[in-house]
């Protein structure tokens, strides 16, 4: 954003310090969380309405779980302890990255004193436990709230907020990678799977699903990046279903690892399904980045991926239920070059359309002059 002229202060609400691309980031403190011991009584007094409606929130309506209760509390301590600061030093317009901790920070600084504010509204805020505590209540006053897929802009737009308010800005890459050539013949099939270990992932169908491929007498090898609660089951599960020397469970690697994975897959699998608790991917980056890069992408329907995966165009998708429906489709990938090489480039087409991250910012950037200028 600096880039286009726009003058920026980040703040983070968790970790921070250091740098970001030659901007230092603010880090609060949270022993600063204990000075509300007698600013909670300060800001009752000063701003009695909205001190009121917020008491008011906390005993009529139930948070969704304890941590979007303990996100939102972080938000308001924020607002709380660096009004003075934004007050004093005031900016032109406050934009809040996700509708949790940062968009309640956001509206209450609204509240407090007249700031002008926007937020982005993603995933995890919309549907983890139903969507996040206040999101309708922060979310009217933004001026503009950006979001990363269409299915985010759709359920906003349920929540009854103004849908000539709400964008659908993705995500991107800085750089765009060098395409890799087609391995042919693709003997075993390399696959890869990037996720944390956690159930929206489905990796426990994605598991079941390598048992079957194995049946089929296909060879193949599988590389599971990433960690998360579910890797002693999945480990477990694994050992069951008799297939240790096809899948390997690396752990977290390094960005630069990730991207020398994708280089070494044939095919992507993501096996996404919406969780108990309603929450579920949007679009995640992996998919667009193996995209990029030339790998195939063979996923399930749930959620957003649909958006860069559309079927026999730029990938292969297929219901996470069916495993006879992913066995046909890894072994199209395998066995079939034309099909591979339509996919391949129609995919890149897409990410350069669709995933760069210098054509996003410049939308947002012109969401942020609009409302400047208005």
Known sequence: MQAYGLKMRIYSLWGGGGHFRGMPVATFPKWKLLTLIWMIPYTAIRWPKLFGELLKGLFTRKAPSWMNFWENMLGAGFACLYAGQFRDDRPTHIHGAWGGAPATAAWILGRMDGHRFS???HAYDIYE???DWWLQDKLVDALFIHTSTEMGRASLIEHNLDAKRIFCIRRGLDAFPDMKTLRSPRKPLQIICIARL????GLRHQLRIYAALKKTGLEFAVKIVGEGPLRQELEQLREELRLDSEITFTGHLSNEKVWAE????????HSGVIAASGDRDGLPNVIPEAMSIGTLVVTSPIAATTEAI?????GLVALVESEQAWLDALQRLAEDDGLAETLRTNARAWTEENFDAHKNANQLREHFERVIQS
């Not at 956690?198 to 992932?201: H, L, M, N, P």
């Not at 994708?262 to 699998?269: F, P, T």
């Not at 559309?310 to 730029?314: A, D, G, K, L």
């Open 262 to 269: 994708l280089g070494w897959a044939d095919v992507l699998v």
């Open 198 to 201: 956690v159930e929206k992932k």
């Open 129 to 131: 436990h139903g969507g």
């Open 310 to 314: 559309e079927n026999e165009v730029t």
């Open 119 to 121: 937020s982005g509204a």
